[in-house]
């Protein structure tokens, strides 16, 4: 019986497709996607979730997405929440190599993707997610968002996308401990996961570290398993050690 709801925005990541593949196994979750392209979720395994596809990231639309997973999970309390979302390049965007590259267009659609998107769901997620039930909403970012672990420079854009979204979250932690408890934010790091993300960079990648998405996918549904609700946000990688700040 599916008693619980578990949410993965961004669903078309290949991280995402692949926490989408085990959880659907699961006998108590319903499962609910939300991406600009569910195509992938158009086979017969998928046939039971609920998919909800937007056009694009704008707050109307993030808004607009809530009032539908809030109808579809009602009497089925969310209790984990995926956000995908992450840009590094796109046909438009490469990552910075040196301050000669760095563009104000770059910096501002890559902190739109990754920032200020994620961002966005948290604020509407919060409205739908009061009661008792406990919720672990987990955020993707990156190693590189570290401040202290920075010592090959470069990639300005992205890294400053995913610490300003470190930040934030570090923020709404605070306020949640005064307007819901139950809720608890993970600042996540995958490692070097074959992907389309991560494809253009893998050459340099040392033997055995470049995980694939399933391997991913597995050791995350594990640790936020486990995971307590403590108040604290929680910045971790891919094996649930801490990453430092
Ligand atoms: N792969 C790695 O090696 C690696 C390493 C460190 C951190 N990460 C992080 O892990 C997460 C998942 O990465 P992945 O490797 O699975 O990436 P991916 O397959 O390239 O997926 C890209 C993700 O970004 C979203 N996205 C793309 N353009 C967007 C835009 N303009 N606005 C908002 N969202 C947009 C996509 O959403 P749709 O579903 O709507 O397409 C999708 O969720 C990302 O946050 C990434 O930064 C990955």
Redesign the pocket.
């Known amino acids: 019986m599916k008693n619980i709801t578990t949410l993965i ?10 926490i989408a593949q085990q959880i659907v196994n699961e006998e108590a979750s319903h499962l609910i996607v ?5 195509s992938f979720y158009n086979q017969p395994m998928f046939a039971n979730i609920t998919t909800i596809e ?1 056009d ?2 704008l707050e109307a639309e993030i808004s607009e997405a809530i009032k539908s997973i809030d109808s579809v999970s009602t009497n089925k309390q969310i209790t984990r929440v995926f ?6 390049h ?1 046909q438009t965007c490469q990552p910075e190599k040196r301050l000669e590259d760095f563009n104000a267009n770059t910096f501002n ?1 890559i902190v ?3 920032t200020i ?2 961002m966005l769901w948290l604020k509407y997620l919060v409205l739908i997610l009061g009661g008792k039930a406990t919720c672990k909403i987990i ?6 968002a570290s401040i202290t672990d920075n010592k090959l420079g470069g990639w300005y854009s ?1 890294r400053a996308s ?1 610490a300003a979204l470190n930040m934030l979250l570090k923020s709404a932690t605070v306020e949640l401990n005064r307007r819901a408890k139950n809720i608890k934010l993970v600042s ?11 494809k253009p ?1 893998q050459r340099n990648v040392p033997e055995g570290k ?2 694939t ?1 399933e391997f ?1 996918a597995s050791q995350l549904i594990n640790f936020t398993e486990k995971m307590s609700i403590n108040g604290e946000l929680s910045y971790i990688d891919w094996q649930g050690k801490p990453i430092p700040w």
Do not use: M, Q
């Not at 956000?83 to 590094?88: A, E, N, Q, S, Y």
């Not at 996540?188 to 991560?198: W, Y």
């Open positions: 925005i961004g669903a078309n990541s290949e991280i995402a497709k692949a939300i991406s600009r392209d569910t937007v694009s990231y956000i995908c979302h992450g840009v590094l796109n659609e739109a993707a990754n998107t994620p955020f993707f970012t990156a190693r590189v992205y995913k996540f790091h995958p490692g070097t996961t074959d992907s389309p993300l991560s960079f470049l995980f998405s991913v």
